[in-house]
């Protein structure tokens, strides 16, 4: 149905950005999440790109429980996931500079700031 929106809207013959921006920690492992966005990637043309970022608390497990149980009491599952978990968004892409990284190192031209931890991680990546 996305797909079916998406084509009224934009040429399909031309580089399209698709963004999943702060989105598949919402959606669980038995909901498919890989096959999810393998679905909308391979619908697009070479030279498009995918904007993904994760939540994750590969760098403040001490809050892995309280930030789950706060947004379970919500009714919003929250499927936080580690490094090697979000890297698989991206297989058979080709990531651009500076690769997958947490947010806080999502820097082009100027350093990271020093020891800053953060909860997500990003990456854009080019379908080949
Ligand atoms: C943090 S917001 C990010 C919104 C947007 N991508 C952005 O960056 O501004 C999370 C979004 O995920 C959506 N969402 C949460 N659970 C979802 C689900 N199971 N299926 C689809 N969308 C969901 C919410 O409606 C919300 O718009």
Known sequence: AILDHARELLDFDR????????????????EDPYG?????????PSGSYLVLSH??????????????????KGRVPLRMRRREEVERFFEGLELVDPGLV????????TPAPEGELSGFYVAVARVP
């Not at 939540?55 to 429980?65: C, I, K, V, Y």
């Open 102 to 109: 947490t947010a806080t190192h999502w820097y082009k031209d």
């Open 15 to 30: 580089p399209i950005a698709l963004s999943l921006i702060a989105l598949m920690h919402f959606i669980t492992d038995d």
């Open 36 to 44: 999810l966005t393998r679905t909308l990637v391979d619908q697009l």
């Open 55 to 72: 939540g994750t608390t590969d760098e403040h497990p001490e809050l892995a429980d309280s930030v789950t149980d706060t947004y379970k």
